[in-house]
């Protein structure tokens, strides 16, 4: 089943984020930037945030209030700046510059837990190490079938046992989408769901 689910929504939705980066680097700051907010807002103070800073050093010599110039359109700035700021001193301090490409290392960031470092691994460096389980990933995976789990850590160990580990990171992005845009929390569009036919959840 789970093959099948990969292939059809393959057929509907591309396999990558909806967040805009250009670097490992820039990706993880899109991830802090995205908790509690709209992927296309965060892209529309990306798009000026990346043009002033460019690397880890870069935000790490800044100042805090001109990182919060820059991002102050999404919600809870002034934390996820600080996060910023403190993620770029330690890649700086730690990793020469360099985003990190383990989950243990990525999840020790601040602000990075180990939904957001699943994501960049993958979408970042194509590395499979875990799967992304946001509350789309968690909501679309119980209507499937999938987990009866409510916590995303139990629901992604579920996951990883029925899904292959190559598929691990596109099953993610390929749900993230589903749930975004027809598996949707409230009135999902059962009608127009690739996978109606497979899913126990179809007439709820």
């Known amino acids: 089943m789970v093959k099948q689910i990969v292939e059809r929504l393959e057929k509907v939705f591309p396999n990558k984020l909806e967040l805009n980066f250009s670097t490992p680097f820039e990706l993880v700051v899109a991830v802090v930037l995205s908790a509690q907010e709209r992927d296309a807002k965060v892209n529309e103070v990306t798009q000026e945030l990346f043009k002033r800073f460019k690397t880890p050093e870069d935000f790490a010599q800044a100042d805090l209030e001109e990182i919060e110039k820059y991002i102050n359109k999404v919600s809870f700035y002034g934390k996820k700046a600080e996060y ?5 001193t330690i890649l700086v301090e730690k990793y020469k510059g360099e985003v990190p490409k383990s989950l243990k290392e990525l999840s020790e960031l601040p602000g990075i837990g180990r939904k957001s470092a ?13 799967i992304a389980v946001d509350r789309h990933v ?6 499937l079938g999938l987990t009866k789990q409510q916590k995303p850590e139990k629901a992604e160990q579920d996951l990883m046992k029925v899904v292959p580990k190559e598929d691990w990171g596109k099953f993610s992005n390929l749900l993230i989408l589903l749930g975004r845009y027809i598996c949707t929390a409230q009135k999902p569009k059962h009608h127009q769901c690739p996978l109606y ?3 126990p959840s179809k007439e709820l």
């Open 84 to 88: 910023i700021k403190k993620i770029s």
């Open 118 to 130: 699943n994501m960049i691994l993958y979408n970042a460096f194509g590395i499979n190490e875990g």
């Open 138 to 143: 968690l909501r679309v995976s119980q209507r």
């Open 197 to 199: 036919d497979l899913c």
